[in-house]
């Protein structure tokens, strides 16, 4: 999207996020509001996940993570959770080209390896599919716990200390940083919470250490383009100190 239409909507162009994490909460609530099985709201939900998808490519928000299912959600109802590894599996096919057409990466963050079989075969055919793709990234955390990523990080650390290859001097922020499953992914700059619950879940905990945080009542199924819009030019009015003090002098460097 041109300059002057990012202006046209409110929006800097020299001050987007570069990494939008979204915490997608609520279908289950939508559902029950309206009489419905919690598995529509699901349904409704991943049409809430084009449109965003759709409106990150436009806007040039190069990196966006979604979190679609954590490691506890496996103590849902199976029931439940086998409708969501359904239609997570739609959605990696269906988009596929789309995701193509657009120049859209597919990254998985998360335990791929517990997913069914036919899920991991279709994440894995829509990554090798778009592997090549720079304009996006789409991160979908499945099966993702920050705890988990961060445990195994743990464990790759000390292997390479136990076999020589890392002294424990060297382990710094950077190294576990490349570590994790978001290795070589800048932090998230933005964190948006659906559903107005306001805790993170497990996710994306050592990344979003100075992510500024958003929190909307808007349950995920009934997110909209205009209301994403809407909370960026909110993120671009924060002033993110990253525990420094607040900027007052001009970029000589002179006293104001
Ligand atoms: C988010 O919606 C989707 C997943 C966690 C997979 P929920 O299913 O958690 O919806 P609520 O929170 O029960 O409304
Ligand atoms: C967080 O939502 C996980 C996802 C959005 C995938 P949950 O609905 O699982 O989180 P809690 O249980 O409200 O903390
Ligand atoms: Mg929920």
Not at 135 to 152: P, V
Request: net charge neutral; aromatic share 6%; with cysteine.
């Amino acid at each position: 999207m041109k300059s002057d239409d990012l202006h046209a909507l409110g929006l800097d162009p020299e001050r987007l996020p570069v990494h939008v994490a979204v915490i997608m909460d609520g279908n289950g609530r939508w559902a029950k509001k309206r009489l419905l099985n919690r598995v529509k709201g699901h349904e409704k939900g991943s049409e809430s996940v084009r449109i965003l998808v759709k409106a990150c490519r436009e806007l040039s928000i190069p990196c966006l993570t979604l979190y679609a299912f954590s490691t506890e959600n496996w103590a849902r109802p199976p029931s439940e959770v086998s409708a969501l590894m359904q239609l997570l599996k739609k959605f990696l096919s269906s988009e596929r080209d789309e995701m193509k057409k657009n120049g859209i990466r597919l990254n998985v963050l998360g335990q791929l390896e517990k997913l069914p079989e036919d899920v991991q075969r279709a994440a894995r055919e829509t990554m090798d599919a778009t592997g090549s793709n720079t304009q996006m990234t789409l991160n979908l955390a499945l099966s993702y716990g920050s705890r988990q990523e961060i445990t195994d990080a743990a464990k790759i650390l000390a292997g390479k200390v136990k076999t020589g290859e890392l002294t424990v001097d060297e382990i710094c922020d950077q190294v576990i940083s490349d570590h994790l499953y978001t290795a070589g992914i800048p932090d998230p700059d933005l964190v948006i919470r659906t559903s107005g619950e306001f805790r993170l879940s497990n996710f994306l905990l050592w990344q979003s250490a100075y992510a500024e945080l958003f929190i909307t009542p808007t349950l995920w199924p009934d997110f909209t383009r205009s209301e994403f819009i809407d909370i960026l030019t909110h993120y671009q009015k924060r002033d993110r100190r990253f525990g420094n003090v607040e900027c007052s002098m001009p970029s000589d460097g002179s006293p104001q």
